[in-house]
């Protein structure tokens, strides 16, 4: 079974922290990384894409990328209490049909606290 | 800004009646997919579709699952009869290309409670 692995939380961190959110997946032949947010009785909403190994940052968000060791991150720099949520890490991975199925992990829980 | 839309946002229905979900992508999208997520749990792929057909689909979309764009702006799921089990959250999305990896916007989702 091709998995991708978040840990489930919650992770707890005060306002202004740095907050580090991890995903490890299993299908080596995997192409592209996402790093998407879901509040509670939400839809995901899409915060970044990565595709090459190493860091790529988009304002308080970085993420990055370890395809030797199958391993995604997210970074989250002064984190806000909005930035309590579900984070999913989304990775596609190649499919019998030639093409790619996005595969979601169960998401980490993070709790921002003022 | 462009946004992926769903209806109905909830949808209540008997055991084995047949159900459709609405959705209408981004409007210069041409990638399309369904997912469902069962309360508690995550995020799982149903099909996608391009082209007018679907290009991949999970063990999840068995027979009793259809995917439709009957015009140039609707996507649709059909569950046929629908089960207990069936009850979940579904999700469309959308794509603008496979380039870069096909970053996908989600549409709110319909809310399928089978009775």
């Known amino acids: 079974q091709k998995e991708v692995e978040q840990n489930s939380g919650p992770l707890s961190v005060p306002e202004g922290a740095i907050a580090s959110l991890n995903c490890t997946y299993s299908?080596?032949?995997?192409?592209?990384f996402f790093w998407y947010r879901q509040y509670s009785g939400k839809s995901p909403e899409l915060i970044m894409s990565i595709y090459s190994n190493g860091d790529k940052e988009d304002g308080r968000f970085t993420a990055q990328l370890n395809k030797a060791s199958q391993y995604v991150s997210l970074l989250i720099r002064d984190s806000q209490p909005s930035d309590s949520a579900t984070y999913l890490c989304a990775v596609k991975r190649p499919a019998s049909g030639g093409s790619y199925i996005p595969t979601f992990g169960r998401g980490t829980s993070l709790i921002v606290h003022p | 800004e462009p946004e992926v839309t769903q209806t109905p946002s909830h949808q209540v229905t008997q055991m084995g009646q047949e159900v459709i979900l609405r959705c209408v992508p981004i409007s210069n999208h041409l990638y399309f997919y369904w997912y469902r997520q069962i309360l508690g749990q995550k995020v799982e792929f149903l099909v996608s579709f391009y082209n007018n057909e679907i290009s991949e689909k999970s063990e999840i979309f068995d027979d009793q699952f259809s995917v439709e764009r009957p015009d140039g702006s609707n996507f649709t799921l059909k569950i046929r009869s629908t089960k207990l089990e069936d009850s979940a959250m579904y999700f469309c999305?959308?794509?603008?290309?496979?380039?870069?990896?096909?970053?996908?916007?989600f549409g709110p989702g319909t809310r399928l409670t089978v009775t």
């Open positions: 299908d080596r032949g995997s192409q592209s």
């Open positions: 999305a959308s794509s603008g290309s496979l380039a870069g990896g096909g970053e996908q916007y």
